[in-house]
């Protein structure tokens, strides 16, 4: 053998073969149209084949974890909001619930319908957001501008109930900040009336149209027992037949009540997932009319002193986010501040599968299976 | 005027999760370290930290628990020790477990999971990135939230950050730990 | 002096280079003048079907977004990146608008405004358009970016793959005019124009077209989303208005090939020729818009994949079932030929659709082998078995 160095694709006498080919590293990310925040993937290719994906997180760490072991918990609210930021209310409602879960304290139940109604309407938001990103990683202008339209009535009717768009900080320990305003549940219903009607368009655009068939489906196959050795969970596990969700798996507020349905999909792929978000749309859409139909009288907060110190000890309290199972593990030591708050954020734990489903497949379905995902990168990093 | 918080009493933990417990208990012996109900519907362990991969295994794969979708693996600086603190659900059996390992407070060693629970992969990286727990037999143990050559361990409760005036008027510059628990 | 300038303009070259200039000079102003109205007229278009209303700040109903982008272009800074090859980088830009300018010599604008009516008319424009891939190819390779190179090579196998299907489909158009000089074709369709006659002709070509001109949804390498704007990615400035200009000249091209071929060219009662011509160019161009504001992207081998088998093969039966039956029937084969394509057009989309369906059902045979699994107490709602009520419509 010569100390001549050896070309990818020579052979031991020395000769090259004719077409030789060679793997290459592409960085997708940080700064992406399409990574859905500040997401970095080192793909490697060969040629449109993706061989290998490694992602680099922690471009949006924002160190809130620490952050909330040196507030109290009042103030910790506004912090979690910026979780999952497009859907503000599961996050605080996550917090909060761990809170009264180690306190043991009972929330008024006008209270716990309200907070069905703004989780279930934060909901709506987060996943029009994921349909149309999706779809305009796909080359689709035009879905994204109607999910958005929609989005922004949501956005106003919280607007009017508690004075902001996007970090709400409406959720107390014991229950919510404000009563409903005059004429909001009204609003609310008219708007409930037209977006069923928006969801009909929507899926008449989506559904039949050959092209979205032939990217999304049969892409990105979750099969159920690598979903949940995974640990994935919320519509990317439901989309592959599995009936876990935290509303019917651990009930917590009043869904059960309410009568709420999980929404399944069986085939696993891109578009199943599709098919499971705007099937929770709609629920969604029930839940909060059956909700506000029933809404009972009565104070809206548990009164408590102002310096909460709830009692030492440790609890673990999870709800169904838009995107999963989003649990906070709360430790407390008897003081005003945690002393240990984790987040078990659902997007975190979603995205460690797509290195997984992207081998083997195109460098264009790298993208259509993260849109399908449906990771927020606020949340990955916390 | 009487507060109007309500505490309800501890619930009662239901059969199925009394039941789960007795088997965990048979099994596991004088090696289980404690065993509670947390508000009644999680049942907690703690084991040693040698016994926790024979404990996790036989948690995913004991026909009447199937515990097999691990939710969170938690690192907490207990400042006397550490805490691993493992949540898990059977998704058949409809059952909520929290398993909990202590480990040493200046150079945590504990098993790797990853094995058992594929997921653990990522939760095992972010508690080595924030608290420095090492954990034996993980596939890739590097930093994953934070910048990679960042020396320091954030969620340590010595580990200071920089740039605040800390009581007593000390000025810290450069965030670090405070004390020789690095 | 007068008698000098007489002699020298009853020159045939002396007048053959002035009517060049003359054909140039309107070209020229025909495609600027016609890029200019596309800029505004895309984002207008792309505006009102996403409900929102595009420009409307510069000028009445965002008019004067048009010379504004033109300006900005024109005033930017010139980045040539570090390590690209300076030649070519310069080159590229400029062999890709040339092709498409020097096509505009043979379309005919009306009866007698035609720059030269070629008696190869038809190949001369679909010939060009292979320059233009060389220029894509070259744009990629210099600009010394990984990026760029993807998107140079898919464009370049795209565009490849097209001519071909692009060219089978006028061919029938062809054998129906017996001449290529794009005059005596517009002629030809004095009767009946072809689009009536041949209309999966008309199908196959417009399809191609897309795929020629690089736009959704074929507008694989330039996607946004993936490889930010694939083999103009380092361009930026003028030398990206060149590529600009080149594409929606390419625009204007087909569109202005299609009017000719199937629309009856600047035939028309009433108005002058060059009015209609204008404006059923103006017809196709918003055609073009509006698939781009409506329809997603293909993935790359899909695309190819839809190229080489369904493409060829459609307009290679095309032309065996127009040639047979203008045997067959040797003088009134018009109608026969018209019923024929009109079936094909629609087999030809029915067959496509349930192709798709047929992906649908694969996975669902797929899914069933998995039985759902989790709480089993709490029924969960089925909402789709993999693939029932998929390709349904709502009523």
Same mark, same amino acid.
């Given at each position: 053998m010569?100390e001549?160095?050896?070309?990818?694709g020579?052979?031991?006498?020395?000769?090259?073969?004719s077409v030789?080919?060679?793997?290459?590293s592409?960085?997708?990310?940080?700064?992406?149209?399409?990574?859905?925040?500040?997401l970095?993937l080192?793909?490697?290719?060969?040629?449109?084949?993706?061989?290998?994906c490694?992602?680099?997180?922690?471009?949006?760490?924002?160190?809130?974890?620490?952050?909330?072991?040196?507030?109290?918990?009042m103030?910790?609210?506004?912090?979690?909001d910026?979780?999952?930021?497009v859907?503000?209310?599961?996050?605080?409602?996550?917090?909060?619930?761990?809170v009264?879960r180690?306190?043991?304290?009972?929330?008024?139940?006008?209270?716990?319908?309200?907070?069905?109604?703004?989780?279930?309407?934060?909901?709506?938001?987060?996943?029009l957001?994921?349909?149309?990103?999706?779809?305009?990683?796909?080359?689709?202008?035009?879905?994204?501008?109607?999910c958005?339209?929609?989005?922004?009535?949501?956005l106003?009717?919280?607007?009017?109930?508690?004075g902001s768009?996007?970090?709400?900080?409406?959720?107390?320990?014991?229950?919510?900040?404000?009563?409903l305003?005059?004429g909001?549940?009204?609003?609310?219903?008219?708007?409930l009336?037209?977006f069923e009607?928006s969801?009909?368009?929507?899926?008449?655009f989506?559904?039949?149209?050959?092209?979205?068939?032939?990217?999304?489906?049969g892409v990105?196959?979750?099969?159920?027992?690598?979903g949940?050795?995974?640990?994935?969970?919320?519509?990317?596990?439901?989309?592959?037949?599995?009936?876990?969700?935290i509303?019917?798996?651990?009930?917590?507020?009043?869904?059960?009540e309410l009568?709420?349905?999980?929404?399944?999909?069986?085939?696993?792929?891109?578009?199943?997932r599709y098919?499971?978000r705007?099937?929770?749309?709609?629920?969604?859409?029930?839940?909060?009319?059956?909700?506000?139909?029933?809404?009972?009288?009565g104070?809206?907060?548990?009164?408590?002193?102002?310096?909460l110190?709830?009692?030492?000890?440790?609890?673990?309290f999870?709800?169904?986010s838009?995107?999963?199972?989003?649990?906070?593990?709360?430790?407390?030591?008897?003081?005003?501040?945690?002393?240990?708050?984790?987040?078990r954020?659902?997007?975190?734990?979603?995205?460690?599968?797509?290195?997984?489903?992207?081998?083997?497949?195109k460098?264009?379905?790298?993208v259509?299976?993260?849109?399908s995902?449906?990771?927020?990168?606020?949340?990955?990093?916390? | 005027?009487?507060?109007?918080?309500?505490v309800?009493?501890?619930?009662t933990?239901?059969? #199925? $999760?009394? *039941?789960?417990?007795?088997?965990?208990r048979?099994?596991?012996? !004088?090696?289980?370290? @404690?065993? %509670?109900?947390?508000?009644?519907?999680?049942?907690?362990?703690?084991?040693?930290r040698?016994?926790?991969?024979?404990t996790?295994?036989?948690?995913?794969d004991?026909?009447?628990?199937?515990?097999d979708?691990?939710?969170?693996?938690?690192g907490?600086?207990?400042?006397?020790?550490?805490?691993?603190?493992?949540?898990?659900?059977?998704?058949?059996n #409809? $059952?909520? *477990?929290?398993?909990?390992?202590?480990?040493?407070a200046?150079? !945590?060693?504990?098993? @790797?999971? %990853?094995?058992?629970?594929?997921?653990?992969?990522?939760?095992?990286r972010?508690?080595?990135?924030?608290?420095?727990?090492?954990f034996?037999?993980?596939?890739?143990?590097e930093?994953?939230?934070?910048?990679?050559?960042?020396?320091?361990?954030?969620?340590?409760?010595?580990?200071?950050?920089p740039?605040r005036?800390?009581?007593?008027?000390?000025?810290?510059?450069?965030?670090?730990?405070?004390?020789?628990?690095? | 002096?007068?008698?000098?300038?007489?002699?020298?303009?009853?020159?045939?070259?002396?007048?053959?280079?002035?009517?060049?200039?003359?054909?140039?000079?309107?070209?020229?102003?025909?495609?600027?003048?016609?890029?200019?109205i596309l800029?505004w007229?895309?984002?207008?278009?792309l505006?009102?079907?996403?409900?929102?209303?595009?420009?409307?700040?510069?000028?009445k109903?965002?008019?004067?977004?048009?010379?504004?982008?033109a300006?900005?272009?024109?005033?930017k800074?010139?980045?040539?990146?570090?390590?690209a090859?300076?030649?070519?980088?310069?080159l590229a830009?400029?062999?890709f608008?040339?092709p498409?300018?020097?096509?505009?010599?043979?379309?005919?604008f009306?009866?007698?405004?035609?720059?030269?009516?070629?008696?190869?008319?038809?190949?001369?424009?679909?010939?060009?358009g292979?320059?233009?891939?060389?220029?894509?190819?070259?744009a990629?390779?210099?600009?010394?970016?990984k990026?760029?190179?993807?998107?140079?090579?898919?464009s370049?196998?795209?565009?490849?793959?097209?001519?071909?299907?692009?060219?089978?489909?006028?061919?029938p158009?062809?054998?129906?005019?017996?001449?290529?000089s794009?005059?005596?074709?517009?002629?030809?369709?004095?009767?009946i124009?072809?689009?009536?006659?041949?209309p999966?002709?008309?199908?196959t070509?417009?399809?191609?077209?897309?795929?020629?001109?690089?736009?959704?949804?074929?507008?694989?390498?330039?996607?946004?989303s993936?490889?930010?704007?694939?083999?103009?990615t380092?361009?930026s400035?003028?030398?990206?208005?060149?590529?600009?200009?080149?594409?929606?000249g390419?625009?204007?091209?087909v569109?202005?090939?299609?009017?000719?071929?199937?629309l009856?060219?600047?035939?028309?009662?009433?108005?002058?020729?060059?009015?209609?011509f204008?404006?059923?160019?103006?017809?196709?161009l918003?055609?073009?818009?509006?698939?781009?504001?409506?329809?997603?992207?293909?993935?790359v081998?899909?695309?190819m994949?839809?190229?080489?088998?369904?493409?060829?093969?459609?307009?290679?039966?095309?032309?065996?079932?127009?040639?047979t039956?203008?045997?067959?029937f040797?003088?009134?084969y018009l109608?026969?030929?018209?019923?024929?394509?009109?079936?094909?057009?629609?087999?030809?989309?029915?067959?496509?659709?349930?192709?798709?369906?047929g992906?649908?059902?694969?996975?669902?045979?797929?899914?069933?082998?998995?039985?759902?699994?989790?709480?089993?107490?709490?029924?969960?709602?089925i909402?789709?078995?993999?693939g029932?009520?998929?390709?349904?419509?709502?009523?």
């Amino acid at each position: 053998m010569s100390e001549a160095e050896i070309l990818p694709g020579q052979t031991e006498d020395g000769s090259l073969p004719s077409v030789f080919t060679e793997e290459f590293s592409l960085n997708l990310g940080p700064q992406h149209p399409s990574t859905h925040g500040v997401l970095r993937l080192l793909v490697r290719l060969s040629g449109e084949i993706v061989v290998d994906c490694k992602p680099y997180l922690g471009y949006l760490h924002r160190g809130v974890e620490k952050i909330l072991e040196n507030r109290t918990y009042m103030q910790g609210i506004r912090y979690v909001d910026q979780f999952d930021y497009v859907s503000g209310m599961l996050n605080e409602h996550s917090y909060v619930g761990a809170v009264e879960r180690l306190m043991q304290l009972e929330v008024p139940r006008r209270a716990e319908y309200l907070r069905v109604v703004v989780d279930e309407l934060s909901r709506i938001c987060s996943h029009l957001v994921a349909i149309g990103t999706a779809l305009l990683d796909l080359g689709a202008w035009t879905p994204i501008t109607y999910c958005f339209r929609d989005r922004e009535e949501i956005l106003d009717l919280f607007e009017e109930l508690c004075g902001s768009r996007l970090n709400f900080n409406y959720h107390r320990v014991g229950g919510v900040l404000f009563d409903l305003p005059e004429g909001w549940v009204a609003k609310c219903l008219s708007f409930l009336a037209r977006f069923e009607r928006s969801l009909d368009e929507l899926e008449e655009f989506v559904n039949g149209n050959e092209l979205f068939i032939a990217r999304l489906v049969g892409v990105g196959v979750i099969t159920p027992e690598m979903g949940i050795a995974y640990g994935i969970s919320g519509p990317s596990i439901r989309g592959s037949g599995v009936n876990f969700d935290i509303r019917t798996y651990r009930p917590y507020s009043v869904y059960t009540e309410l009568g709420f349905e999980p929404q399944l999909a069986t085939a696993g792929d891109c578009f199943a997932r599709y098919l499971v978000r705007m099937a929770e749309m709609r629920e969604s859409v029930r839940m909060v009319r059956r909700a506000l139909e029933g809404l009972p009288e009565g104070p809206v907060r548990a009164r408590m002193p102002h310096y909460l110190l709830p009692p030492k000890g440790e609890t673990y309290f999870s709800i169904e986010s838009s995107k999963g199972e989003l649990g906070v593990y709360l430790i407390s030591d008897g003081t005003a501040n945690p002393y240990r708050v984790k987040v078990r954020p659902p997007s975190f734990v979603n995205l460690q599968i797509l290195p997984e489903l992207v081998k083997g497949q195109k460098v264009a379905d790298i993208v259509a299976i993260l849109g399908s995902i449906d990771v927020v990168m606020g949340e990955v990093d916390r | 005027m009487r507060p109007l918080i309500s505490v309800a009493r501890r619930p009662t933990p239901d059969s #199925r $999760l009394v *039941a789960a417990a007795e088997i965990v208990r048979g099994h596991l012996g !004088p090696r289980l370290l @404690s065993i %509670s109900y947390q508000a009644g519907d999680i049942l907690c362990l703690e084991v040693d930290r040698s016994d926790l991969l024979a404990t996790a295994t036989f948690l995913r794969d004991a026909p009447e628990l199937r515990f097999d979708f691990l939710s969170c693996v938690s690192g907490v600086d207990m400042v006397s020790h550490m805490l691993v603190v493992y949540h898990l659900h059977s998704l058949s059996n #409809r $059952l909520t *477990a929290q398993l909990k390992v202590k480990a040493d407070a200046r150079e !945590p060693v504990v098993d @790797s999971v %990853s094995a058992i629970w594929p997921t653990a992969n990522w939760h095992e990286r972010e508690a080595f990135d924030m608290l420095g727990i090492q954990f034996n037999g993980h596939p890739n143990l590097e930093r994953l939230l934070l910048v990679e050559g960042f020396v320091g361990y954030p969620l340590r409760r010595n580990y200071q950050l920089p740039r605040r005036r800390w009581p007593h008027g000390r000025m810290v510059e450069e965030g670090g730990p405070v004390d020789e628990r690095s | 002096m007068t008698e000098f300038v007489q002699q020298v303009l009853s020159d045939p070259t002396v007048q053959r280079v002035l009517w060049l200039i003359v054909t140039l000079l309107w070209s020229l102003l025909f495609l600027l003048t016609s890029v200019l109205i596309l800029i505004w007229g895309e984002r207008k278009v792309l505006g009102f079907v996403q409900d929102r209303y595009g420009p409307h700040h510069t000028g009445k109903w965002g008019l004067l977004q048009s010379p504004v982008d033109a300006l900005k272009m024109m005033t930017k800074e010139d980045v040539v990146p570090l390590l690209a090859d300076r030649v070519v980088f310069w080159l590229a830009p400029i062999a890709f608008f040339a092709p498409v300018l020097a096509a505009f010599v043979v379309l005919p604008f009306s009866d007698v405004l035609v720059g030269a009516d070629l008696n190869i008319g038809l190949i001369y424009p679909l010939a060009l358009g292979s320059i233009g891939v060389v220029a894509i190819i070259a744009a990629g390779w210099c600009s010394n970016s990984k990026y760029s190179l993807l998107g140079a090579f898919r464009s370049a196998a795209q565009m490849i793959s097209y001519e071909i299907p692009m060219v089978l489909s006028l061919v029938p158009v062809l054998l129906l005019s017996n001449s290529l000089s794009l005059q005596s074709i517009i002629r030809q369709q004095e009767g009946i124009w072809f689009i009536l006659v041949l209309p999966f002709a008309f199908l196959t070509f417009f399809i191609c077209g897309l795929a020629e001109t690089n736009r959704a949804p074929f507008d694989f390498p330039e996607t946004e989303s993936e490889l930010v704007a694939g083999f103009m990615t380092e361009y930026s400035g003028m030398r990206w208005a060149m590529f600009y200009l080149g594409e929606y000249g390419n625009m204007i091209v087909v569109s202005a090939l299609a009017a000719t071929l199937f629309l009856g060219g600047w035939q028309g009662p009433l108005l002058p020729g060059i009015v209609w011509f204008i404006g059923k160019v103006y017809v196709f161009l918003f055609i073009f818009l509006w698939v781009r504001a409506t329809l997603p992207r293909v993935r790359v081998d899909q695309l190819m994949d839809f190229a080489w088998k369904w493409l060829i093969p459609a307009t290679l039966l095309n032309i065996a079932v127009v040639a047979t039956l203008a045997l067959v029937f040797p003088s009134g084969y018009l109608i026969p030929i018209g019923i024929a394509n009109w079936l094909l057009s629609g087999g030809f989309v029915w067959s496509l659709t349930r192709y798709m369906q047929g992906r649908v059902e694969k996975s669902k045979r797929l899914a069933a082998a998995w039985a759902p699994m989790g709480t089993a107490e709490v029924p969960g709602k089925i909402v789709v078995a993999a693939g029932e009520g998929v390709l349904a419509r709502r009523s």
